[in-house]
Nanobody, 127 residues
Framework: QVQLVESGGGLVQAGASLTLSCAVS????????MGWFRQAPGKEREFVAA????????RYANAVKGRFTISRDNAKNVVYLQMNGLKFEDTATYSC????????????????????WGQGTQVTVSS
């Protein structure tokens, strides 16, 4: 059974950087298109970034474009989210998600596209 475990969250000041990791176990990461989503208290879950199985396609929410970078290391079974220039409004619980069904070049932005989810890691940005 596949499991996703996020790490790397924390409390940082505005303008700082963090790198989140999503470790995949139980199956090969290369079988999954991956995504990062976030949810702040009282708000709906929102798309952050996605990457295709091949790594050749990435997509970003407008709110993070130019500041966040998603990447994957299929050999290590880890997906990363590099977050630079963090803002107070980036405060949320960040979760990674995986989907087996897409082709090699699809990166999805909607939560129902994903089959498996991690528990999340908290990112808090102080202003």
């Amino acid at each position: 059974q596949v499991q996703l475990v996020e790490s790397g969250g924390g409390l940082v000041q505005a303008g700082a950087s963090l790198t989140l990791s999503c470790a995949v176990s139980g199956r090969t990461l290369g079988d999954y298109a991956m995504g990062w989503f976030r949810q702040a208290p009282g708000k709906e879950r929102e798309f952050v970034a996605a990457i295709s199985k091949s790594g050749g396609t990435t997509r970003y929410a407008n709110a993070v474009k130019g500041r966040f970078t998603i990447s994957r290391d299929n050999a290590k079974n880890v997906v990363y989210l590099q977050m630079n220039g963090l803002k107070f409004e980036d405060t949320a619980t960040y979760s990674c998600a995986g989907a087996r069904w897409p082709d090699q070049d699809s990166a999805m932005v909607v939560p129902p596209s994903y089959d498996v989810w991690g528990q999340g890691t908290q990112v808090t940005v102080s202003s």
